[in-house]
């Protein structure tokens, strides 16, 4: 079977020790569910959502999503208007989430992989703890030393605090982690934490950058891949 990753060319001298997962989209299939909850909410204050609304709030932490579908709708977005959208949409991602989360394909073996490496493992989500406990009972919690979610740093990815905490809470330098990443949102923010990014896409394109590099799946992904994928960069 031929190797799905790009081929880079830069070699680091860094040594992996730790593998940060993005959740939505990347080891589950709930950024579709995402998609659902958004477009409901969206008919509820007043308007469909448009794509290019949807393309802007993919991956991004809840409070900057629903600030994005209040602007696209040209809603004031008073503190208790956005509250009150925020609760709505969570009442009805927690019934999507109980409903049942579909894994990414290759996820649950990758994920199983990864742990018997003996790296170290964290879950960095733009979820919020509220939503991300449904989501660990289906990933397994046994798998993560640690989750970093959306409502527990500063700001939400982009911004590479949850990778930087991550790190922290690891006892790592993020150049010494592999993040794997779905969307534009989460690789900027891995990036910008200094982390080598694995990006398996899934709704989005993601640009690239010196630090990404680009897998189709997580399917067949070996430790040997891991250490191989962090020692370069892409071109």
């Not at 081929?7 to 299939?29: C, F, I, K, Q």
């Not at 393309?55 to 503190?79: E, K, Q, Y």
């Not at 989360?101 to 490496?117: F, I």
Request: proline share 7%.
């Amino acid at each position: 079977m031929s190797n799905p990753a790009c081929t880079p060319n830069t070699v680091s001298t860094r040594s992996l020790r730790a593998v940060l997962w993005d959740m939505d989209g990347t080891l589950l299939e709930s950024e579709k569910l995402w998609d659902v909850g958004m477009a409901e909410l969206s008919l509820r204050l007043g308007g469909p959502m448009s794509e290019q609304t949807r393309l802007a709030t993919l991956g991004a932490a809840s409070p900057d999503a629903i600030a994005t579908l209040f602007a696209s709708l040209d809603l004031d977005a008073r503190p208790q208007a956005l509250a009150d959208a925020k609760r709505w949409l969570y009442g009805r991602m927690g019934e999507l989430f109980e409903a049942g989360l579909p894994w990414r394909p290759g996820a649950p073996q990758a994920l199983r992989m990864v742990r018997s490496t003996g790296l170290g493992t964290a879950l960095v989500t733009n979820t919020e703890r509220e939503l991300c406990e449904f989501a660990l009972d289906t990933l397994g919690r046994e798998h993560f030393d640690h989750s970093v979610c959306g409502d527990e740093v500063p700001s939400g990815k982009p911004d590479p605090a949850a990778y930087l905490r991550a790190a922290e809470l690891l006892g790592v330098d993020p150049a010494d982690c592999l993040a794997v990443e779905d969307s534009p949102t989460g690789a900027a923010a891995a990036d910008a934490a200094g982390c080598t990014v694995l990006v398996i896409p899934s709704v989005a394109a993601v640009p690239e950058s010196p630090r990404r590099i680009f897998r189709s799946t997580l399917e067949g992904l070996t430790s040997t891949d891991l250490h191989d994928l962090h020692g370069r960069k892409a071109t």
